[in-house]
């Protein structure tokens, strides 16, 4: 558990996700939950960031969206349980909604999960209010269960903290900032828009740090503000650096003084503070500086606009195939295409074609399993070693950050290919994970469609 540790941080990931969802799955099972495999998910979704304090950032919106999707859920279970049409149509503006405010950079993923457990709820629930009420019970259950496991798993073996994260975007913002000062003071400022992008990236980053839970980071914790007034001070160069009316009036000294106290205050952070401060304060009044601003969402309004667009014509075209076509496992077609209009359009449209080539080859690995290896299992013992085994590779191969969709896919794929034999009482029929492969297919040729179609949009 040390940093010495001959294990690599790859390998370490990929044990604790393993642990963690075999785990939960167990635990689950022990409980007699039905639903094990949603307990598994929240742990690979909650596993799925940059640092624990991400990973509880992103777990409390997983529940925050829970909770809406299952609240909505009800709404309209409890007003229209008899009038589709407006169901639906209430559903497609819910659904619209939580897709627009998808890219918030906060709270983005409370409203992705929202929709996409809105659709669950009222997909499943069969419009029974009893089997509604159980469901979303049951949900809240497996998706606690998996926070808890994950959390536990994660604090106790190889923790990580989120200040090693900071300090190490911390680095190269100062080396950049320290560049451009350099050509300053020898007068050959030159727009550098690549540059200039990284660093307000880093910036951006640093700041998202600062405004997450910061447990087990002690030291970020204590001296989180002081570290708030150095991302201010050097964000406030950046400005007096980059703005063509600044850069001409700024007086040099002033610029090497406010650089001299930041790299102080960056040795020595309880002790610069308030000199770096009253630096800020100087400049902002001396030169009427505009503060830089960072949107709350990660894209323009108009991307934002595209992306309901994509997603309600998905959902139409969706429900226009379910309604007139007689698709095998038509049953879990509206439930389907209205987590995939969710998700899909949140997707940068180049991973398209990989997600596609994934889900082919992730099928039939699994498939395989679980017609030639898990008939086979008499204990849980063997169950849960199926399952760390397959995790741990999984999220091992693919461990390059270029992969990040195919970890989260092949695991999320393992669940759902073998979640009928965590039932209950086992089963081993080939129909439900042929049935969903079908409406699977079936949604992304859907979805497919209109991404290309409007991919200038």
Not at 250 to 274: F, Y
Not at 285 to 312: D, H, M, T, W
């Given at each position: ?8 941080r790859s390998?370490?990931d ?8 075999t785990?939960?799955?167990?635990l ?7 639903k ?8 690979i ?36 349980p008899?009038d ?65 496991v ?11 903290k ?9 680095s ?23 540059l200039?992008k990284s ?14 839970p ?9 001296e ?5 007034v150095?991302i201010?001070?050097?964000?406030l ?7 063509p009316k ?7 000294e002033?610029?090497k003084?406010?650089?001299s ?7 020595n952070p ?9 630096w800020?304060?100087r ?5 009427s500086?505009?503060?830089?601003k960072?949107s709350?969402f ?8 595209a992306?309901?667009?994509r997603?309600l ?16 496992g ?7 295409i ?11 449209n180049?991973?398209?074609g990989?997600?596609v ?48 969709l ?12 073998t979640?009928?034999?965590?039932y ?12 969903m492969?079908?409406?699977?297919g ?6 497919g469609?209109y991404?290309?179609l409007?991919?200038?949009?």
């Amino acid at each position: 558990m040390m940093e010495g540790s001959i294990i690599s941080r790859s390998t370490q990931d990929s044990i604790k996700v393993a642990l963690a969802l075999t785990i939960s799955v167990v635990l689950a099972i022990w409980f007699g939950w039905e639903k094990p495999y949603w307990a598994a998910i929240t742990v690979i979704v909650a596993a799925a960031n940059e640092t624990y304090s991400h990973s509880v950032r992103k777990a409390r919106n997983r529940l925050l969206g829970t909770v809406l999707g299952i609240s909505f859920a009800m709404i309209l279970l409890m007003y229209f349980p008899q009038d589709h049409a407006l169901f639906i149509s209430f559903y497609a503006i819910f659904l619209c909604f939580c897709v627009y405010m998808a890219s918030h950079k906060k709270y983005g993923y409370v409203f992705t999960m929202g929709a996409t457990v809105c659709a669950l709820i009222a997909g499943m629930g069969s419009f029974d209010g009893a089997t509604t009420f159980h469901i979303a019970v049951l949900r809240i259950q497996e998706t606690l269960l998996g926070l808890f496991v994950f959390g536990l798993v994660f604090s106790v073996l190889w923790p990580r903290k989120v200040e090693d994260s900071f300090f190490e975007l911390l680095s190269p913002a100062a080396r950049n900032l320290k560049k451009k000062l350099s050509s300053l003071a020898l007068n050959k400022v030159e727009p550098d828009a690549e540059l200039n992008k990284s660093q307000r990236n880093y910036l951006s980053q640093l700041k998202a740090i600062l405004d997450l839970p910061l447990n087990g980071s002690h030291r970020l914790s204590h001296e989180r503000n002081v570290w708030r007034v150095v991302i201010q001070a050097m964000e406030l160069m950046e400005v007096l650096i980059e703005s063509p009316k600044l850069s001409r009036s700024v007086q040099i000294e002033d610029i090497k003084a406010g650089e001299s106290i930041l790299s102080h205050t960056i040795s020595n952070p309880m002790n610069g503070r308030s000199e770096l401060q009253s630096w800020v304060e100087r400049m902002e009044c001396k030169y009427s500086v505009p503060k830089i601003k960072y949107s709350a969402f990660g894209l323009p309004l108009e991307g934002r606009i595209a992306n309901v667009v994509r997603s309600l014509s998905i959902l139409v075209t969706g429900f226009t195939v379910w309604w007139y076509v007689p698709l095998p496992g038509s049953y879990m077609m509206p439930m389907m295409i209205s987590i995939f209009a969710n998700v899909l359009v949140t997707l940068p449209n180049q991973l398209f074609g990989q997600m596609v080539m994934g889900i082919l080859v992730w099928a039939a690995i699994f498939l395989a399993q679980y017609v030639l290896i898990m008939p086979a299992f008499t204990e849980i013992w063997q169950l849960a070693l199926f399952y760390f085994i397959n995790v741990f590779l999984v999220w091992r191969v693919t461990a390059q950050p270029s992969l990040a969709l195919q970890r989260v896919m092949g695991v999320n794929f393992l669940m759902v290919m073998t979640m009928s034999a965590l039932y209950l009482t086992p089963s081993y029929s080939l129909t439900i994970p042929i049935t969903m492969l079908t409406v699977v297919g079936v949604c992304l040729a859907i979805g497919g469609f209109y991404i290309r179609l409007y991919r200038t949009l």
